[in-house]
């Protein structure tokens, strides 16, 4: 027995663990992409996407998704349909790898994803047999994989080494990554405020280190470290933050958030930020966004005045890949215990800020919504024809925003059977991928906000294309409840 816990102490002291992964900034962070006239086009139509956590059941699922917005071309008219309305895409756990992709390379990074990715066994370089007593010693002791697993298997496959200083040089769509701050029990957002309040430079961020401290699993991983470089930059904290701070009317989420990034810049507080699983704190990645509305100091953001004028549409889906509720083990007196209990714990954490947190979105952009309208219609027709580049069509209160979630409960009861049994994992059956991919199809298809998104597109006249049985993109619209 003596030997024995001197084996286990040893192996304990053998845990992984990570140095961290960012670099120190003299000066400010800028934007993740660069918004300009150009660059928004006629800006009418607004996607903005979230893809929650749920191992590569949760890829492919948000990758379902993209492709039946991609099925919209027969509606637009483009052969990448709805794709190249995206301007924000949010991803959490296994949907930040997707989000990350569709983020870096655009529509063109969903060819040969499936084959490249959702395929692949992400798990190559892991240590997760549940039954090897190292691995289950390294896991108890702070996490049995390091970011030398799944962050060196997704540069491997995937991103080639690119950084969010690449993301913003290539692409168009703002790419929110979503871990957890397990200190301040906060999500934590890569983004130019947060890495500026660490005097940390996020351009020279790699794409998989953050997509891998997003899918850090706890006992799996180690969490992610990232260096608090306070006195290294001339920090000053936002104006909202220091309004929030004696506004009673701030919310939580707000005041929370504002709480993190106080806690960054003090060496007496912070010197390392330890991150894991974004799903902990919120799994459809859909606080930054309530959190952006609620500290915004104008009522445009946290778009740009241009694309505030320009917009008609817009829509936000949310690809919820969770399974439903183990009930196993409620039919006997017995249990859960050990693992069990520890997941059944995590799961209710997780989904109880999840609901709260897409609640808080939804909310938030119903307000933002009227506060869009309402700004327009006060804006002189000089500063329109300025943001807008002209007054023809213009229409300050045509405005309209589609929230909408696709989960399995858009599938039939027999396909959601069939989903409930894939397992959160880094590697899963060819049949199970493609079991995912169609039901995030499907999910997409079956949301109301969707269709009456499309319907919207083509001047509300629902009932009378339904009557004429008229298929748009290969398939019928659902009427809109």
């Not at 540069?155 to 690119?162: I, M, N, T």
């Not at 694309?307 to 007196?333: C, H, P």
């Amino acid at each position: 027995m003596k030997k024995l816990m001197i084996c286990l102490a040893l192996l304990a002291g053998c845990a992984a663990w990570n140095r961290p992964i960012n670099e120190s900034l003299s000066g400010s962070n800028a934007a993740l992409v660069d918004i300009t006239p150009e660059s928004i086009g006629s800006g009418e139509l607004y996607v903005g996407l979230a893809f929650s956590g749920g191992g590569m059941r949760a890829s492919a699922f948000a990758y379902g998704m993209l492709e039946e917005l991609r099925s919209a071309a027969g509606i637009t008219g483009t052969p990448n349909g709805l794709l190249d309305n995206v301007r924000l895409v949010s991803g959490v756990s296994g949907g930040s790898v997707t989000a990350a992709q569709f983020g870096l390379y655009g529509p063109a990074g969903l060819t040969g994803y499936r084959e490249r990715y959702l395929l692949t066994n992400a798990e190559k370089y892991m240590a997760n047999s549940p039954i090897n007593p190292i691995t289950i010693v390294k896991g108890l002791s702070g996490g049995a994989n390091g970011r030398n697993t799944f962050a060196r298997y997704l540069d491997e496959v995937l991103y080639k080494g690119a950084t969010f200083g690449d993301l913003r040089a290539r692409s168009k769509i703002k790419t929110w990554i979503n871990a957890t701050d397990m200190a301040n029990n906060t999500p934590f957002l890569f983004s130019p405020e947060t890495f500026d309040a660490l005097c940390s430079d996020l351009s020279q961020v790699p794409l998989s280190e953050a997509v891998a401290a997003s899918a850090a699993f706890p006992l799996v991983f180690s969490p992610i470290v990232l260096e608090a470089h306070q006195g290294k930059c001339e920090y000053a904290e936002p104006d909202w933050l220091t309004a929030a701070r004696h506004n009673p009317e701030a919310t939580a989420a707000m005041k929370a958030y504002g709480r993190a990034l106080e806690s960054y810049a003090d060496p007496e507080e912070v010197k390392f930020v330890k991150l894991l699983d974004g799903g902990i704190t919120d799994n459809f990645g859909t606080t930054g966004l309530a959190v952006e509305r609620a500290r915004a100091q104008a009522p445009w953001a946290p778009m740009t005045p241009e694309e505030a004028v320009r917009m008609k549409r817009m829509l936000f889906l949310v690809a919820n890949a969770g399974v439903e509720s183990d009930y196993s083990w409620t039919q006997k007196i017995p249990g859960p215990g050990g693992v069990g209990l520890g997941m059944s714990i995590a799961t209710a954490s997780m989904s109880a800020a999840t609901r709260s947190g897409y609640d808080a979105m939804r909310g938030e952009l119903r307000v933002w919504e009227a506060e869009l309208i309402e700004w327009r219609c006060a804006l002189p027709p000089a500063e329109v024809r300025r943001l807008r580049g002209s007054l023809d069509g213009w229409d300050c209160a045509d405005l309209k925003l589609f929230i909408g979630q696709a989960s399995f409960e858009g599938v039939s009861p027999e396909m959601r059977k069939e989903l409930n049994k894939v397992p959160t994992r880094l590697r899963l059956k060819p049949d199970q991928v493609d079991l995912v991919i169609e039901a995030g199809r499907l999910a997409t298809r079956a949301t109301p906000e969707f269709n009456g998104f499309l319907a919207a597109l083509e001047g509300n006249d629902v009932d009378s294309r339904i009557q004429k049985g008229i298929a748009q993109g290969g398939r019928r619209i659902a009427p809109v409840n």
